[in-house]
């Protein structure tokens, strides 16, 4: 299976934004990922839960791919109507007991995911094998858009790898902040299965949004 690319929406033309997953979606996208934040786990603010959930509505086969970046992110799932087929990462740096909060995703239907953030030891990811579908790898500080790659990021990748292949599970690895045109391929390389794209790729300036797409999938096939 090839990479699988997860748009960035708080990178797109937000006054096209109905178009424009219309458009992924029609592209064969397996994922949009929608940044939620809270203003207090990270300094920042992107859409409420009724923007959330109204993401569903242009989607025929793309899923949600929900990254919260908020403090006991549990308190937002009815709010943004998390069911069957959404993707949804939780922090482990932001919830008091993450297990709950997986397993309460899981009792929606949806697909469990643990974010990490930079400084977080990729080595937490051992007590989660048997609750999650995806670990969530930030490659950036979380909160804004247009960040420079986190220090160490493929070591940590490649790291976070090993960790999942002696699992033995079947886990994805989503990456997350600065996935450029350059890093897509050395992340690929490193083990990344899913690629969040943002400013530094398929909504920078390189390429009009459906090339850019096309040019994504070439690099992480
Ligand atoms: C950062 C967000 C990312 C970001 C990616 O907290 O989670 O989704 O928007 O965009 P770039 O490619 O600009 O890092
Ligand atoms: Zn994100």
């Given at each position: ?55 569903k ?6 899923r949600r791919d929900i990254?919260i ?5 549990q308190?937002?799932f009815?709010?943004m109507e998390i069911s069957k087929g959404d993707m949804v990462s939780v ?10 909060v997986l397993a309460d995703i899981r009792s929606r239907g949806a697909s469990p995911c ?18 999650v579908d995806a ?87």
């Amino acid at each position: 299976m090839g990479g699988m690319l997860s748009p960035s929406v708080m990178c797109a033309d937000l006054l096209h934004l109905y178009d424009e997953i219309e458009m992924l979606d029609s592209l064969g996208v397996e994922f949009l990922h929608i940044d939620f934040m809270d203003n207090k786990f990270v300094p920042n603010i992107t859409f409420d839960t009724n923007m959330v959930k109204s993401f569903k509505k242009p989607m025929r086969t793309i899923r949600r791919d929900i990254h919260i970046m908020a403090f006991e992110p549990q308190q937002f799932f009815d709010a943004m109507e998390i069911s069957k087929g959404d993707m949804v990462s939780v922090h482990y740096e932001a919830c008091e007991d993450a297990h709950k909060v997986l397993a309460d995703i899981r009792s929606r239907g949806a697909s469990p995911c643990l974010a990490i953030s930079p400084d977080t030891p990729v080595e937490v990811v051992k007590d989660f094998f048997s609750e999650v579908d995806a670990f969530l790898l930030m490659t950036v500080y979380p909160g804004f858009a247009g960040q420079p790659l986190a220090p160490k990021s493929m070591e940590r990748l490649k790291k976070l790898k090993e960790l999942v292949v002696a699992s033995g599970k079947d886990i994805k690895i989503e990456v997350d902040g600065n996935v450029s045109w350059d890093h897509c391929v050395e992340m690929r390389e490193n083990g990344a299965d899913i690629f969040v794209a943002g400013s530094s790729s398929v909504y920078g300036k390189k390429y009009p949004l459906d090339e850019a797409v096309r040019v994504f999938y070439s690099l992480v096939k």
